[in-house]
């Protein structure tokens, strides 16, 4: 099992500028999440996806859009790109409720907007 | 959504005891208690979770409030791959989690 990964581990962009975050998971879970990082701080959970085709937001979803195609992949879309949006972005994944829910989350990918 | 306080860090010796503590005053009856930590340039990592009881597993134990209005975390012999910032999580619906800034943790050997 690969677990959580996310791609690219780094990147740099200019403002105004959009890409696209990618994260897969191989657990089959249907639960999927991103969180940003900025330094110094707690993560902050930007969308949350519960199922192929359901998602929704977070706490800070402004300046981002996700999609939910396949119960693998949850890629998270910043469309114009900000110096606001410089952080370190995590993917998770859990499976459903009950008491013991583990999210595993992804290495990161350090995005840094000048 | 209910959040949480800990200090900002802590400081230990390699191999005594280190409690964490967080305050949680908002929690709800359902939240259940959760710990990550974070190792310096990695994704967070499970430790332990609770509800009502106290835990423990491999990595540490959890003592939870009569009241739940706060729980610690307890690492019985730090060493010093246990330096790391250290979340206390309240698990909200649909399993998500809000974090705090959590305690940055320093061993000292």
């Known amino acids: 099992n690969a677990g959580v990964t996310q791609t690219p581990k780094f990147r740099i962009l200019k403002i105004g500028q959009s890409m696209t975050l990618q994260c897969t998971q191989d657990m089959n879970h249907n639960y999927m999440y991103w969180y940003r990082q900025d330094p110094g701080m707690g993560l902050k959970l930007i969308y949350y996806s519960v199922g192929a085709g359901i998602t929704d937001k977070g706490e800070v979803p402004n300046g981002y859009n996700v999609s939910r195609s396949t119960t693998e992949d949850f890629p998270l879309r910043l469309e114009l790109a900000a110096p606001s949006q410089t952080s370190v972005y995590f993917c998770?994944?859990?499976?459903?409720?009950?008491?013991?829910?583990?999210?595993?989350f992804g290495p990161g990918t350090r995005l840094t907007v000048l | 959504d209910a959040k949480t306080t800990q200090p900002n860090s802590m400081e230990s010796n390699e191999e005594e005891p280190v409690h964490l503590p967080c305050n949680h005053s908002t929690i709800s009856g359902t939240d259940y208690i959760h710990w990550y930590r974070q190792l310096p340039s990695q994704g967070p990592e499970y430790v332990i979770h609770?509800?009502?009881s106290n835990v423990n597993n491999r990595m540490a134990s959890l003592a939870i409030a009569e009241d739940r209005k706060s729980s610690t975390l307890i690492l019985h012999r730090a060493t010093l791959r246990d330096a790391a910032v250290y979340y206390c999580?309240?698990?909200?619906?649909?399993?998500?989690?809000?974090f705090g800034s959590g305690t940055k943790l320093n061993v000292k050997p």
């Open positions: 999580i309240l698990r909200g619906n649909f399993n998500k989690f809000y």
């Open positions: 998770a994944s859990s499976s459903e409720s009950g008491s013991y829910n583990e999210q595993f």
């Open positions: 609770g509800l009502t």
